[in-house]
């Protein structure tokens, strides 16, 4: 794939994703991260995406990640974890960073407590994909697949 190929797609997941496997299985099923971000990168080879994987509890990490993604990414997936619902931090991160962006949740944080309705991401991002468990991340990469273009 040449350099100007524009298909370098970077996941960033958040605070307590990486507890995945030990979370509540009706939310978020029982894959491990590990086992999740390999289907991932399953669904980027098979979109030609160059797909990258960052996760961090602390958000300043997070954030910092953002202001450096344009350097390293064409595009971001993002599922944040809780910091959705509150870290504007990361949404000031992510319009500094300038990038397509789309956000997932493997679970349905619309059908959950009330404050898991609010998303700092809301306006910022191209789709917002959740409740479909891994395949939701499939979604997301056929959005920034079409938005990076072929
Ligand atoms: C989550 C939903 C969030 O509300 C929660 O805090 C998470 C995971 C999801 O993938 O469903 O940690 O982002």
């Known amino acids: 794939m040449s350099p100007t190929a524009h298909n370098r797609v970077e996941v960033l997941h958040g605070v307590n994703l990486d507890a995945l496997g030990r979370r ?27 797909v ?11 954030v910092e990640r953002l202001h ?9 997936l993002l599922n944040p974890g809780a910091w959705t619902h509150y870290s ?12 397509p962006a789309v956000e997932v949740h493997l679970s349905d944080v619309g059908e959950r407590e009330d404050w898991r309705r609010l998303s700092v991401l ?4 191209l789709r917002t994909v959740s409740g479909k468990g891994p395949e939701g991340y499939r979604e997301a990469l056929e959005v920034l697949r079409r938005e990076l273009g072929s």
Do not use: C, M
């Open 24 to 50: 509540s299985p009706e939310h978020y099923g029982t894959l491990t991260l590990a086992e999740l971000q390999t289907q991932i990168k399953r669904y980027g080879r098979e979109l030609d995406l160059e």
């Open 52 to 62: 990258a994987f960052f996760q961090t509890n602390n958000e300043g990490e997070y």
């Open 68 to 76: 450096r993604l344009p350097e390293v990414a064409d595009a971001a």
């Open 88 to 99: 504007w931090a990361i949404r000031d991160a992510l319009e500094i960073a300038g990038l």
């Open 122 to 125: 809301e306006g910022l991002v």
